[in-house]
């Protein structure tokens, strides 16, 4: 069965730094991978996602992630962080084969919080 | 992006009272939604996947007769917690399906007394 890790349950970081999210998957097939944001009172938000091709994608709000499959991994990144990123992250994998828009798999999240 | 409301947005009942919780597709047609539960810093939980028209399909160890799922538009898939304990209590999400990607509700949060 398919599962999304997230070693990293919290993760401080000061404003104006960069960021480095981990994510490591377990999955059969050739994974459709997501990184959402999940912010309090809103819904979750699509950064990016992963289908194929390119393995570094580019997502919303200046993040971007790369694709290992040798590492199976989807590591999410930011060059400069801002005090309005703090918030939840989930790195999900699509639960069967139907791609994006089927259910997903969620990691257990990583919380982030940004210093001034 | 599409935007995916849920109503009401919190809800308190008492044990053994049924909850309905509502999901609309705003600015699409959705023919396929899915139902979540995301437990107090947990991940989310496929519970469900709603086709317009037809029976959910649950995901494994879901009871299908306490989490009734209705789909009777392309717009609204609604969410049905038969018979609610303290243990229901949870964050229940829903997505509406467009191509290749979903979009997420807010969410509603249940509270059981």
């Known amino acids: 069965a398919q599962s999304v890790t997230q070693p990293d349950i919290h993760i401080t970081v000061s404003e104006g730094a960069s960021l480095e999210l981990r994510c490591n998957y377990s999955?059969?097939?050739?994974?459709?991978l997501f990184w959402y944001v999940q912010s309090p009172g809103q819904g979750l938000q699509l950064l990016l996602k992963y289908f194929s091709g390119d393995t570094l994608v580019q997502g919303i709000k200046g993040f971007e992630a790369e694709f290992k499959r040798s590492q199976s991994s989807f590591n999410l990144r930011k060059p400069s962080v801002h005090w309005s990123d703090a918030a939840e992250y989930f790195c999900?994998?699509?639960?069967?084969?139907?791609?994006?828009?089927?259910?997903?798999?969620f990691g257990k999240g990583t919380h982030l919080i940004i210093q001034p | 992006g599409a935007v995916v409301s849920q109503h009401p947005s919190r809800v308190i009942c008492k044990s053994g009272t049924s909850v309905k919780i509502e999901c609309r597709s705003l600015d699409f047609q959705a023919t396929t939604m899915f139902w979540y539960r995301q437990f107090p810093k947990q991940s989310l939980m496929l519970m469900a996947t709603s086709n317009e028209g037809s029976k959910a399909t649950y995901e494994q160890g879901v009871e299908k007769d306490k989490f009734l799922i209705n789909h009777a538009s392309l717009t609204l898939s609604t969410l049905t917690v038969t018979s609610a304990h303290p243990e229901d209590s949870s964050f229940y999400i829903c997505s509406a399906r467009a191509p290749r990607v979903q979009y997420f509700g807010p969410g509603t949060r249940l509270t059981v007394t």
């Open positions: 999955y059969g097939a050739t994974p459709y």
């Open positions: 999900a994998v699509a639960k069967y084969s139907g791609g994006g828009a089927d259910g997903l798999t």
